[in-house]
């Protein structure tokens, strides 16, 4: 059958070759398919040995459920910059606390209505003091001088709609106060004036936070804000912007922002902050800040911000719990562009002293995938590889593996591809066992019952669990399907190219979530590679159960079920912890015995007339002398 295997990925490769040759835009990207696919495709006449494929696919599956649940231990109790950090980030802040950018942590709070957040910090790298904090590392910021006196040069980087900000933190609640913010800007190398201006200009401030020009916000969740669009020339040019808060913001912190300046150089000076006609600062450099969050409603000192130095500071923050929050607090440390800030002594603190319990700042575990989802496909195409090939004992613990590992992950596709693939390859295990009198392994449907019970009930796993089962956060695949529809239609024969579909995604969805692909490998080969794409999908989808299942009978059409129904909401079928397990368990040799074997489907097996080496044996009449 090796020629089975191979003609199908070649064929499967056709059309992307000649799409790679025909359009030069994606070449690499499509090099890449096709190499994959030529790889996968030598492995149908080397058929690696099936006791060396079985063993290796449970020892990576241990490795992986194993590191899952060291990075849950590692992961409590340090600061992590995503739900993405991964094993090797976790370990790196055991040893050093260390935030650059972003980091989280978080506790259990229980019961508790109040509690204090407590810490040492000090800057370990970088320079604190007159710069802007930066939501780009593009931006460039250089202080200089003229004959009035300082200011200072932007130049934001081209294509990515970044801010500058500085705060003021006011010591009470924002709600209901009124400020207003001059400052005077310029752009050295705009146009020259034409016509005089006005000594401040005040224009038509818009109601929102961002537009390109200053504005005024809370450092809260629906707290408003406001902006005043600016035009720039070569003259200083003297800005105003008044901003009454919402009432009800209980942040103290208000936030002045420079916003969308994306490829534009600008000069800034003279930046004050009036709250109620009294000047009021100074505006807090760049530096670090925290955001609490105990959860859905952010504290009062949300905004707390603070300069670090080389020497350790001890700062204090009491917080009070929210109406709507729950027994988790969230603490969210950002710093300025290139600085480092140093912790030590984290502490959360109930009102008697008592320390409370750290907690894991994400329920979902990466290790070295860098996604967990990546992660969740790659332990559910172990396991599901290792139950096609594994006798029924190694097969129960497949299984189990198979469903705690996903369940680290928290990736709902890798969980449907397990829950029909699974159940598929226990019952040919069951029949299996029923045929040959091991009715031991009839406690399977058992241990499957356990094992989702303990996926849902044991601490480690409930995170995870609780996101692959909550609905409410699925993202609605059919408008990203519909969209992926429209690109194949609008672009049929070349289609959007590698990694098109985000930006077609933007253009056609303006002002909706991000999307990167078409979250269904199907039809992302299609949108990207048009009919070229179309074709290589169809020779997969249809060949490769086929395949599958004249190499390795049932248990093989199985595993492609498994691996088909998770690319059915992901596109991970050309992603190697996928791709490398289904073709090792498919082109193992010899196939493994037992119901659900090709051969097996045939009548003669079931009359039990199979000769040595699996050929059918000769009839002799019972009644020759």
Known sequence: ?????????????????????????????VAGLVAQCLLVAALGYLR????????????????????????????????????????????????????????????HTGAHEAATLSFEARLAAGQAGWDWARSHPGFELEPLRDAEGGFTR??????????????????????????????ELRDPNGPPRRAPRPAIERGEPVGARRCRGVA?????????????????????????????VPEGVASSVVRLFLSDFGGSTLDVRRVQLYWHRRPVGPLIPQGAALQIAW???????????????????????????????EGVLTATLRTGSGLVVETRNVALTAPDGTPLPAAASSPRRTLVFGDPNLAGHTAAALGLALLSLASPPLALAGALASLLSVALTG???????????????????????RRTGATWTLLAPLCGAGALLLVTAWGPLQ???????????????????????????????????????????????AGGEAVQHAHNAWLELSAAYGLFGVAAALILLLGLPYAAWRLQGGRGAALVAGVFAMNLLDTTLFYAGVLLPLALALTAHPPPRGLGHRSLQRPSVNRGIIGPGGRPARHRPTDTP
């Open 463 to 509: 995170g995870g669990a609780r996101r692959i089962f909550s609905l409410h956060e699925v993202t609605a695949r059919s408008d990203i399907w519909a969209a992926a529809w429209e690109a194949l239609r609008s672009h049929p024969l070349r289609g959007l190219g590698a990694g098109g579909f985000a930006e077609f995604w933007a253009q056609t969805r």
């Open 295 to 325: 959860p859905e409603r952010p504290e009062a000192h949300s905004g707390y911000a603070f300069v670090p130095t080389e020497v350790w500071e001890r700062h204090e923050l009491p917080l009070t719990r929210g109406p709507a929050g």
């Open 411 to 433: 990736s709902r596709a890798a969980w449907l591809g397990v829950l029909v693939g699974v159940p598929w390859l226990l019952l040919l295990a069951l029949a299996r066992a």
């Open 154 to 183: 932007i130049s934001a980087p081209a294509g990515v709609r970044g801010y500058l900000m500085r705060t003021f933190d006011l010591g009470q609640p924002l709600g209901g106060e009124l400020f207003r913010v001059v400052l």
């Open 1 to 29: 059958m090796s020629w089975l295997w191979t003609g199908l990925w070649g064929a499967a490769a056709l059309p992307l070759a000649l799409y790679g040759a025909l359009f030069s835009a994606s070449r690499a990207a």
């Open 216 to 244: 005024l916000a809370a450092w809260a969740p629906g707290g408003g804000g406001r902006c005043l669009p600016v035009t720039l020339d070569r003259e200083w040019a003297r800005y105003s912007l008044s901003w009454r």
């Open 48 to 107: 690696p040995p099936t006791r060396a494929v079985r063993w290796g696919l449970l020892a990576a599956l241990a490795l992986f459920l194993a590191g899952g649940l060291l990075e849950g231990a590692l992961a409590r109790g340090v600061w992590l910059s995503s739900d993405k950090s991964g094993l090797a980030e976790s370990v790196s802040q055991r040893l050093y606390e260390r935030v650059s950018g972003v980091g989280r942590r978080s506790w």
